[in-house]
């Protein structure tokens, strides 16, 4: 959802960044979600404190942190460009539309209730859905099972590195949506594209003629991403 049916992910590292400096941390926002983008707002929270903080409080910094974000994107929630006629193409050319997130079910409502997107979905598949989330591939493997369609038949659209790794582990073929990475920041996706305007359901089909197998994920590289802050 982050950074692909929406470009918010500016909005995200200031509500982070934010709560960095109530929390007297001088972690950089921006370069850690670079890495660790689409992974929960707890587990993310993990990695900037030196020693081990209780899951009770981390969930009220995540807290803390989505009211922030909400404050800041309140006025600006609309669809990254060329998203909703893409959606009513991909309808009608018969593809089925999945939704899977690590937000929270009531930030899920803020952003595709608010838009009026539910309509187009299928399946939506977030954090309360599953045990694991990215880079665990339990998020895409459940939107497949909702969707009664096998992994090697799907294609994620992904903003994030970890993203991209969890969509592997699936068995499922990626296009990567720059929003917020370069190209060259991904491992092997089917395409590349800055927003929808640049893609069609018939431009999709032929991508997947052209990479029939899904990419194996790369353990260094999730592990790099993972760990380096």
Not at 86 to 101: C, N, S, V
Not at 118 to 124: G, I, L, S
Not at 194 to 216: G, H, Y
Not at 217 to 225: E, L, M
Request: aromatic letters at 8%; charged letters at 25%.
């Amino acid at each position: 959802m982050d950074g692909v049916l929406i470009d918010n992910t500016p909005y995200q590292a200031r509500a982070f960044q934010l709560l960095f400096r109530d929390l007297g941390l001088t972690t950089n926002a921006r370069r850690l979600l670079a890495r660790l983008n689409g992974m929960p707002a707890t587990n993310i929270l993990k990695t900037v404190f030196r020693n081990p903080v209780p899951e009770k409080q981390l969930k009220e910094y995540a807290s803390q942190r989505e009211f922030l974000y909400r404050t800041l994107y309140w006025t600006k929630r609309r669809e990254m460009p060329g998203l909703r006629p893409f959606l009513e193409a991909a309808r009608q050319a018969g593809f089925k539309i999945g939704l899977g997130t690590g937000s929270a079910p009531e930030t899920i409502g803020y952003i595709i209730d608010h838009l009026d997107l539910r309509r187009y979905f299928d399946a939506v598949v977030g954090k309360a859905d599953v045990e694991r989330g990215k880079p665990h591939a339990d998020t895409f493997t459940a939107v497949a099972a909702k969707l009664r369609v096998p992994p090697e038949q799907c294609v994620v659209f992904e903003d994030a590195v970890l993203g991209e790794q969890a969509a592997y582990k699936a068995g499922m073929r990626v296009v990567a949506v720059a929003s917020s990475l370069k190209a060259k920041d991904f491992q092997a996706p089917m395409a590349v594209i800055k927003d929808f305007t640049e893609l069609t359901p018939e431009r999709l089909l032929e991508l997947l003629q052209s990479q029939p197998t899904a990419p194996k994920p790369d353990k260094q590289r999730a592990q790099r991403n993972y760990m380096k802050l």
